[in-house]
């Protein structure tokens, strides 16, 4: 992670996802000596903002893989979504007073081509521009 790139902006409107996170890339190269790789150990925990560049070192042996959980934590008023979009369409699950829902599916074919598939639809501005219509005619209400 890049402690502090919190507060860099590099994002603009109707910038591709794939030029969004070369720009991230850019950035870590161009600032090396801010990139901390914190030793967790099974149990730690880890906060950051959600701005903050983030991400994983390579598995030290292919044979096992990393296992972890991550949430997303924002006070109710606030809608759950990204750079790209708001989502006020999501449709939460409450458990002791807690609304939660669970953004990322379990790991599956399915999924894989899901997750393909957005990742097309976030590089494309003109189908990403056609999806977002088509997701405020479908939430009209909200």
Do not use: C
Not at 75 to 81: D, E, H, Q, V, Y
């Amino acid at each position: 992670m890049i402690p502090g790139s919190q507060n860099v902006r590099l994002d603009e409107p109707g910038l591709k996802h794939s030029d969004w996170l070369a720009r991230m890339r850019q950035f870590m190269d161009e600032h090396p000596d801010r990139v901390s790789a914190p030793a967790l150990k099974k149990g730690d925990v880890l906060f950051w903002n959600s701005r903050t560049i983030h991400g994983a070192l390579a598995t030290q042996d292919p044979r096992f893989s990393r296992k972890s959980l991550t949430a997303h934590f924002m006070p109710s008023s606030m809608t759950f979504g990204n750079l790209f979009t708001a989502k006020p369409w999501i449709e939460y699950e409450e458990v002791g007073g807690h609304r939660y829902f669970a953004s990322q599916p379990e790991h599956s074919v399915k999924a894989e081509m899901v997750s393909k598939l957005k990742v097309a639809v976030y590089d494309n501005p003109t189908l990403m521009r056609l999806v977002r219509r088509v997701q405020r005619r479908s939430v009209a209400g909200y």
